[in-house]
């Protein structure tokens, strides 16, 4: 039992206790008096009626005497029943005269006095009782938590469940090709599977889905599942893992179970790496409760009938951390690689999220998929959401090219901070950065062409130059990383040479430009004198244990030799870029004025400023 719930239930219990008291003390208050009245003898009575002190006689059901007296006191006495009062006390002697000055009632108890009195009698009874039970119920209902602590906390989504709704399906994913052929046979096995066991085949127990964030990975997921018309059991990483040991492992265990009960079906877990990682690679062995998950997915993944009909889907985007028994044949042993898409997916994923949508007639999806290179799913998708919501916002019908145009750089850059207003001497400073970087851009061979360029502030930036490719780039050439050296180094030459003084503006640039060198000499071997060897670490020396007991693995001196390469490919690039723009020193004045007068310039703009 938790914490919470048992502080829970000693709350409750308070509440009630203190409610009994209260109850109680009103009954006692209102079924008795504070005094009671005295019971005196027939023989006093008459004594008192003698002396002439009696006031009032009541006679409840014929045998009850209420007696008061002329001082206010009242008394109490019974009589014989069936016997008349005046018979009675004549018997001890009373005065007749005497007797008949006292005002004598009689009364009868009706039954609703009746039914009252027993409530008053029966309430406070059935009060502790209620009480008791609600104070069982809740420690019951605390005791049902704390035993459903192992339960899957998957959410399962049923065929029949989806009648009515929109379903994704793989006509719903674009941009992944090859990884829908490779899952088109998970399908057709959940479909059809004696298909493949007549043949003697085993479909794959597990199907890893790697690739970027905002790929579609759990979009192809939930296609494979309602192309397969197949129960769906979606659960994250994170979900299984809780304060208490055991709690991963029995949670995997029902989950296994459910999915078996529901088979075929498939069982899909998002961020695998959360617990998937690998085993004894931190200090003291790791978090115990995720290596007891990891452990019981290992057992219930190798358990698995070749019939079973049961799938299961992961997706990451971090493969290098996964423990290899993860990765085995047998367990996960088919991989599906999910790139950021191409030109030519990005129009087809823009033409799926566009769709019903006002679109203006000078849109072209084939130019915006030439804008936004390295896009993912999901940033296309917010593209044309954000192009939506800007149209809404002016007013108007349809969604423009300006709209969308305008959402590729919130996308990229971040919104635009009109209200940072720069004065004439930073302003100045900020359109010669940005005219040096667009110059010498202009000016190498081996650079992306400039398509915009601006002064006007987007997130952090101050200003910025927009470059964007040709065409898709899987390779690239150290010609092409050193131009790119030279651009970053544009706007931090431009301010010396112009201004013989340097901002802070050049900061973004300047640790660009030191990973991008870093990376040509120790990753990319593109250095004559360090020579095509890598010193990168692994990737999986992200943890505690491993950082402290693996050494580096060069010495002391390829150290010192990789730092003179850096600054080697650094010194040159800058070097590079002031040649360029002291060569070209009016054409930079003339870039700078016209971001001064109008703060931004466009590609055609700039290509004409360019051939004068």
Request: aromatic share 6%.
């Amino acid at each position: 039992m938790k914490k919470k719930q048992i502080r829970e239930l000693f709350k409750n219990l308070g509440i009630a206790f203190l409610l009994f008291l209260i109850i109680a003390g009103i009954f006692s208050l209102y079924s008795s008096p504070f005094e009671k009245p005295q019971e005196i003898s027939l023989s006093a009575l008459v004594s008192q009626i003698n002396e002439g002190k009696v006031k009032e006689i009541e006679i409840i059901n014929e045998e009850e005497l209420t007696i008061k007296l002329k001082d206010g006191i009242e008394e109490k006495s019974f009589k014989e029943k069936g016997t008349g009062l005046g018979d009675s006390l004549k018997n001890y002697g009373v005065d007749p005269e005497k007797l008949a000055l006292v005002d004598v009632r009689v009364k009868s108890v009706s039954g609703r006095e009746f039914l009252t009195g027993m409530a008053f009698s029966i309430l406070p009874v059935l009060l502790i009782l209620g009480l008791l039970w609600f104070m069982l119920s809740q420690a019951q209902k605390a005791n049902i938590q704390a035993m459903g602590f192992g339960r899957s906390l998957a959410r399962m989504i049923k065929p029949e469940e989806q009648k009515g709704k929109k379903k994704t399906t793989f006509k719903d994913v674009a941009g992944v090709k090859e990884a829908k052929e490779e899952l088109q046979e998970v399908v057709e096995f959940l479909k059809n599977p004696k298909k493949f066991t007549s043949l003697g085949a085993r479909i794959p127990k597990g199907v890893l889905l790697v690739g970027p964030p905002g790929t579609g990975k759990t979009l192809l997921a939930r296609a494979v599942a309602n192309e397969a018309g197949v129960p769906f059991f979606h659960m994250s990483g994170s979900e299984f893992v809780e304060m208490f040991v055991g709690v991963g492992a029995s949670r995997t265990r029902d989950l296994f179970r459910t999915a078996k009960k529901n088979a075929p079906s498939i069982i899909f877990l998002d961020e695998l790496d959360a617990i998937g990682r690998h085993r004894g690679a931190g200090l003291g062995g790791g978090h115990d409760e995720r290596e007891q998950t990891l452990n019981q997915i290992l057992v219930e993944m190798d358990g698995f009938e070749p019939d079973v009909g049961v799938i299961v889907l992961a997706a990451t985007n971090r493969p290098d951390v996964l423990d290899s028994a993860l990765l085995r044949p047998g367990r996960f042993d088919r991989r599906v690689i999910l790139d950021l898409p191409d030109i030519e997916g990005r129009e087809k994923i823009l033409e799926i999220h566009a769709a019903g949508k006002p679109l203006a007639k000078d849109v072209s999806f084939r130019e915006v998929a030439e804008r936004t290179p390295g896009f993912s799913g999901a940033d296309l998708s917010n593209l044309v959401n954000e192009a939506t919501i800007l149209a809404a916002r002016r007013n108007k019908k349809n969604i423009g090219k300006e709209e969308i145009f305008a959402s590729i750089e919130k996308v990229l850059l971040g919104p635009e901070r009109k209200s940072h207003i720069l004065s004439k001497h930073e302003k100045k400073i900020t359109a010669y950065h940005e005219a040096g970087h667009a110059l010498v851009a202009a000016s190498l061979p081996h650079t992306d062409p400039v398509h915009k360029v601006s002064i006007i502030a987007r997130g952090r930036a101050a200003g910025y130059t927009l470059k964007l490719p040709k065409e898709d780039k899987r390779l690239r050439t150290k010609s092409e990383f050193l131009d790119e050296l030279s651009v970053l180094f544009g706007g931090y030459v431009a301010e010396k040479l112009v201004f013989k003084e340097l901002t802070t503006g050049a900061t973004n640039d300047l640790e660009q430009a030191s990973f991008l060198a870093r990376k040509l000499v120790t990753e990319y071997g593109m250095s004559e004198k360090i020579g095509p060897i890598s010193y990168v670490e692994r990737p999986d020396m992200v943890f505690l244990g491993r950082d402290l007991i693996e050494k580096h693995r060069y010495s002391e001196e390829i150290a010192r030799k990789i730092d003179q390469e850096v600054a080697r490919f650094i010194g040159n690039a800058c070097k590079k870029a002031k040649k360029i723009l002291v060569k070209k020193r009016k054409k930079l004045d003339e870039i700078a004025a016209r971001l001064i007068e109008k703060e931004t310039i466009e590609r055609k703009e700039f290509e004409e400023l360019m051939k004068e």
